[in-house]
């Protein structure tokens, strides 16, 4: 936040020279005098729906509507954010992030490059749902390119419960986005007082407020209401990919192994014209010989397959426990199976259908 005070004494076009000299919008009174002039960071929320927008009718039961309270009535809750930004609202969708889908995806997208565009503001904050935040933040992630900063948010508890965590994520989250500190961080997630990067962070517990974690990495930084601090430099320049025009976006699926996987599933599965698969596999990305040959022959008639891992951390590498050379794999690297199937989604509508650009472009993220 920029206040400047300009002296009383100071002349109306001495007042003025100061604030352009210092970038900032003077006020004038109606009789004709500089008298104060406060420039706070404009920020865009662009609210989704989910938990933080819950409502249930007793504050201890369990059940609530995600989705029951608008943005605008998120913000206005919380005065406090009156002192740290000039914020807009807008309702994108009021939905629980388990039906989140492509056509969202799209609108959000749009909404963001115009509002960057234009310079509409400095910062967004997109509140959403946790259940699949992540996904949300790696897609924007990897179609948007800005120096601006780009940061979800979200509740654990719903807005009426004992405890609830929204307001506090809220406004850390629009603290965050209103530094200039957090320009050239990429897409983040700002959730119980850490900053995380959108590659890396994911959802790892049902109900606690803590379920943000970055996996592989750790956060990128921590928030407080009265400090933001980056502990991690800024994020090196990824390739930022068309965003698709349309959607749906191409079929890519999912395929959780286990012990005793079978071929049946992945047969039936690329009769239904899937343009991916994306293998959960056990340990290294790995499955039981059946579902390799499988696997191998879905290649061969055309579906990029690609091989994360179903444990959570780690990575998944080429050409060790599986031949991927000689089966023309991919692998995801650090990527969990569900953002390793939004990148190879936005790969294949942005036409890149050659093997060796997939693969480069899983290895392009750190
Ligand atoms: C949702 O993802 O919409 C429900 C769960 C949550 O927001 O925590």
């Not at 719903?158 to 929204?166: L, M, V, Y």
């Not at 629009?174 to 530094?179: K, P, Q």
């Not at 983040?188 to 970055?214: C, G, L, P, Y």
């Amino acid at each position: 936040m920029m206040i400047f005070k300009i002296p009383v004494k100071a002349s109306s076009a001495a007042a003025l020279a100061i604030c352009m000299m210092m970038g900032a919008t003077p006020a004038i009174s109606m009789n004709n005098q500089v008298h104060s002039i406060q420039t706070l960071p404009r920020i865009l929320v662009l609210a989704t729906g989910g938990t933080i927008s819950g409502k249930k009718n007793g504050m201890s039961e369990i059940g609530y509507n995600a989705g029951g309270v608008t943005g605008k009535q998120l913000v206005e809750d919380i005065p406090e954010l009156a002192k740290l930004a000039e914020i807009n609202v807008e309702q994108i969708a009021n939905i629980g992030s388990q039906d989140m889908n492509d056509a969202i995806w799209l609108r959000l997208a749009k909404r963001i490059q115009d509002a960057v565009a234009h310079n509409e503001a400095d910062g967004i904050v997109i509140t959403h749902g946790t259940d699949t935040m992540e996904e949300t933040a790696f897609f924007l992630d990897t179609v948007i390119r800005t120096d601006k900063p780009i940061i979800l948010t979200g509740a654990m508890r719903p807005s009426t419960a004992i405890g609830a965590d929204g307001p506090a994520n809220l406004y850390e989250a629009i603290e965050v986005a209103a530094n200039p500190k957090a320009k050239d961080h990429g897409v983040m997630i700002v959730m119980n007082d850490t900053i995380h990067a959108a590659r890396w962070a994911s959802k790892t517990h049902t109900t606690a407020v803590e379920t943000f974690q970055s996996i592989n990495a750790g956060p990128i930084g921590y928030v407080d209401p009265a400090s933001v601090r980056f502990i991690e430099p800024k994020k090196q320049p990824v390739p930022s990919y068309g965003l698709p025009t349309t959607a749906p976006l191409p079929a890519v699926e999912i395929l959780y192994a286990h012990s005793g996987m079978g071929a049946s599933i992945i047969n039936d599965l690329i009769k239904t014209g899937v343009k991916g698969i994306i293998l959960a596999g056990v340990g290294d990305g790995n499955s039981s010989k059946e579902a390799m040959a499988a696997l191998n022959l879905a290649v061969k008639q055309g579906v990029i397959v690609v091989r994360s891992s179903r444990t959570g951390s780690g990575f998944v590498n080429r050409n060790v426990e599986v031949n991927d050379d000689k089966n023309d794999f991919v692998v995801s690297y650090d990527l969990s199976p569900q953002k390793a199937r939004i990148l190879l989604q936005i790969l294949i509508a942005n036409g890149k259908n050659k093997l060796s650009d997939i693969q480069a472009a899983f290895e392009a993220g750190f």
